[in-house]
Structure formats: C-alpha cells, structure tokens
C-alpha cells in the first residue's frame, strides 16, 4: 500500500486495508477477507496442508518435529505473502497488525489452555538494525496484548549473522540455523510453555533450530504461532 492510499485508509469512514473499500469493524472487507489462502486443514503437529485438519501427518508420525503444535492459519501466497513483505521490507506496521488479527482469528478458537508466554523469533543484531525492527517481535506484541500474555523478546538470540534463510534452499536452511540461536542466561527460568512466533515457517528449520534451544533449558512445551506456511511437498 502505497503511502497515499495508507492515509485515505487511516482516515474514515473504515476502509479495507487491501482494496480501499468500505468495510465494517474489521481491516478488510467481506470479499477480500473470503479471498484469503486460509484458513486451511492442516497438521496440527507440524502445519503441512492436509485434505482435512488431523493431530498428526504422516512424517510427523514418523518423525515428529521437536514442538507440540503449529497454528498456521494461512498459506503463502496473495495476498498474504505481500502483506509479509510490506512488515518485513517496507516497514508497514498497519500490515503487522492485520497478520496478527488473522493469526489471533485461529488461536481464539483453539480449546487448549494457552502457554504461559510468547518468545518472539530473533534476528541478528545487524539485521535488525539495518531492518530497523523485528517484524515476529511485531506480530508477538499485538498476540501479547489481545491475549493478555507477556511477551519475552530479551531472552533468545540470533548470535550468529548467517545468510537470510529466503537465499537457501531446504539443505542449506538447517545447517543455517543449526546453533544460530542460544539464551541470555542470567535472565532467569523460563516458563514451562512458550509459544514461538514467526511470520512464516518455510522448511521449519528456523522453528526448529529455536525449539530445540529452549526445550535443553528446561521448557517443557513449545507452539509455534505464525501467520503463513509456504506450501511444498511434505518434508521440505
């Protein structure tokens, strides 16, 4: 959304954030909210898209990734991949609310206690101040304040500046993030259950690589919150 178009949407009446239409209480409008990629049936373990919705896939089964659980609501393409790439890249932070709103549409339904607090995806240092921001870090606040839970953005770290996980391939992804990621130790005990939020899980490495870190500390169970799923073959 160009800067023009983002003011006429910040002023009223209410107007749909993708196509400047009218719309009700929410950020989109009744025809651009149905012609979103989701929700979607998928695996509750991992969040591969199945023909319907099931505790667990078939590679889950087998091997199973180290978290309980990824809610996943929506699959990457249009126009949820430009509404990443505008947090992301472009800095829009009206995009970061409105990925959150529809992440936060799936976990309201969930009948699962919820974890005791959400750990945002790092980024490395660099990153973030070339970035100027975390966009997970983001998405993580809005979840905090319409769930009421506290969000821990200073206790994980991306210690390593390795290469964006986007210009590699699955391979290549794992052995990225393999000891990437560590804890601030003299910051405490961290509670029993943690939701992990990202914006998009590709491969899962990153989740992975973070899931693994805080499971040796201690913490007993790990959800994995994003917004998107890039959509592949099982296994990628």
């Known amino acids: 959304m160009g800067l023009v178009n983002l003011l006429a949407w910040l002023q009223g009446p209410p107007r749909c954030y993708l196509c400047l239409g009218r719309c009700g209480k929410g950020m989109l409008c009744q025809v651009c909210r149905e012609a979103l990629p989701g929700p979607r049936a998928a695996c509750k373990r991992c969040g591969r898209s199945l023909a319907r919705p099931a505790p667990a896939c078939g590679v889950c089964l087998s091997r199973p990734p180290p978290y309980e659980l990824l809610c996943c609501p929506m699959e990457y393409r249009f126009p949820v991949d430009q509404l990443i790439q505008a947090l992301k890249f472009n800095a829009d932070l009206v995009a970061g609310r409105l990925l ?87 910051k405490g005990p961290l509670p029993r259950r943690i939701a992990l939020v990202d914006d998009v899980v590709t491969t899962g490495s990153t989740v992975d690589a973070a899931t693994r870190v805080l499971k040796s500390a201690g913490v007993c169970q790990v959800e994995v919150w994003a917004v998107a799923r890039a959509t592949g073959p099982a296994g990628a």
């Open 100 to 186: 959150a709103r529809l992440l936060l549409e799936q976990l309201l339904d969930r009948e699962d206690p919820l974890p005791l607090a959400i750990l945002p995806i790092p980024l490395h240092p660099k990153r973030q101040r070339s970035r100027g921001f975390n966009q997970s870090s983001e998405i993580a606040r809005h979840l905090g304040k319409a769930l009421s839970l506290p969000v821990l953005e200073d206790r994980l770290e991306r210690w390593r500046h390795d290469p964006p996980q986007s210009t590699l391939g699955a391979l290549q992804r794992r052995r990225n993030v393999k000891g990437a990621y560590r804890l601030r130790r003299r």
